[in-house]
Nanobody, 123 residues
Framework: VQLQASGGGLVQAGGSLRLSCAAS????????MGWFRQAPGKEREFVAV????????YYADSMKGRFTISRDNAKNTVYLQMNGLKPEDTAVYYC?????????????????WGQGTLVTVSS
């Protein structure tokens, strides 16, 4: 599976962005899909995950109520809608895929990673 993240950019605090992650390769619908982010000088941080059946979602506490993860298996795409953005949300956002862990927030449990898309939130 190859993953291509897009949709990042510069936005003012309080604004919104929608990130997309397009997957190529077989059996996209079998993968649990996650979003992570990494700010300069910081470790990679879990954002959200959606199970392969889209039956369950899980968010980091600081993203609950502001971010929404969804997927369209027909389009082989997972989305991250981000509302109420804050300067501390500034980071490179990565999508990732795993076969075996529907609610995983551990980066090392993910099998495939996209290249990342930069989100910058100005104050």
């Amino acid at each position: 599976v190859q993953l291509q993240a897009s949709g990042g950019g510069l936005v003012q605090a309080g604004g919104s962005l929608r990130l997309s992650c397009a997957a190529s390769g077989p059996s996209f619908s079998s993968y649990n899909m996650g979003w992570f982010r990494q700010a300069p000088g910081k470790e990679r941080e879990f954002v959200a995950v959606i199970s392969w059946r889209a039956g369950s979602t899980y968010y980091a506490d600081s993203m609950k109520g502001r971010f929404t993860i969804s997927r369209d298996n027909a389009k082989n795409t997972v989305y991250l809608q981000m509302n109420g953005l804050k300067p501390e949300d500034t980071a490179v956002y990565y999508c990732a895929a795993n076969l075996n862990y529907p609610n995983s927030y551990y980066p090392n449990e993910y099998d495939y990673w996209g290249q990342g898309t930069l989100v910058t939130v100005s104050s």
